[in-house]
């Protein structure tokens, strides 16, 4: 009995010494247990794609729209054949306009732009502001009252085609303002009911030393944008 006894004893001593060795060791070590060894280390997942994230997008800053600062520019003189007139021609055409309506209150004129010249010839291309501006040409002195000859085609930029107003001047009435400026510059106008547009003039004149042709616009459209 005794020796059966010491027999259980030894197989548990061996047991716990199998246990010792195989599993708390190991496990101390920071080797995997069991007799089978370390367990392999987790493999390391990278990601194929990486996502990209787009650049932020600028917004691009508006151009300011430049405005008249109320000062009068001058028109100067192009080539006729930029229009596709034939040179040293006069153009004479019938136009009716139709009467326009009264414009409320009294409107106050400042100079816009300036033709001034003594000779035939084409203006570039000026933007009138305004849907109504008018064209002041009393400023004009003349080297011969018999046969003087003023003439100005006010042409649409946009259609060459289209003559907007014709204003012509002869020996009468040149001969009936001499020496009446006020009555001049009451009588030698013309008012135009359209605007906001491209427009050039054609000149011609005889016998004229001299002139000062004023576009005037309303005042309210000093510091107004240029479409």
């Not at 047991?15 to 190991?26: E, F, G, T």
């Not at 020996?171 to 303002?177: H, I, P, Q, V, Y």
């Not at 009451?186 to 002139?211: A, M, P």
Request: aromatic share 10%; charged share 20%; glycine share 8%.
């Amino acid at each position: 009995m005794t020796e059966k006894k010491d027999f259980m004893y030894v197989v548990l001593a061996i047991a716990v010494v199998l246990v010792i060795a195989l599993v708390i060791k190991p496990a101390m070590n920071g080797e995997g247990p069991g007799p089978w060894g370390a367990r392999d280390p987790e493999p390391t997942i990278t990601p194929v794609w990486t996502p990209t994230v787009p650049p932020a997008t600028t917004v691009p800053t508006p151009t300011p729209v430049p405005t008249w600062d109320g000062k009068p520019q001058n028109i100067g003189f192009v080539d006729p054949a930029t229009y596709q007139i034939p040179t040293g021609k006069t153009i004479h055409q019938n136009l009716t306009t139709p009467p326009p309506g009264a414009a409320p209150g009294i409107t106050r004129w400042v100079t816009y732009a300036t033709i001034d010249g003594k000779g035939s010839g084409t203006t570039g291309v000026v933007r009138i502001p305004s849907p109504m501006w008018r064209l002041d040409y009393s400023d004009i002195t003349t080297s011969n009252d018999e046969i003087p000859f003023f003439n100005c085609q006010v042409m649409d930029a946009q259609d060459p085609n289209r003559f907007v107003r014709i204003v012509t001047l002869n020996f009468a009435d040149f001969l009936g303002t001499k020496g009446e400026p006020d009555l001049r510059e009451k009588q030698w106008v013309n008012t135009f009911y359209e605007g906001n547009r491209d427009y050039y003039f054609v000149i011609n004149t005889r016998c004229i030393d001299s002139y000062s042709i004023k576009i005037q616009v309303p005042e309210t459209y000093v510091g107004a944008p240029l479409e």
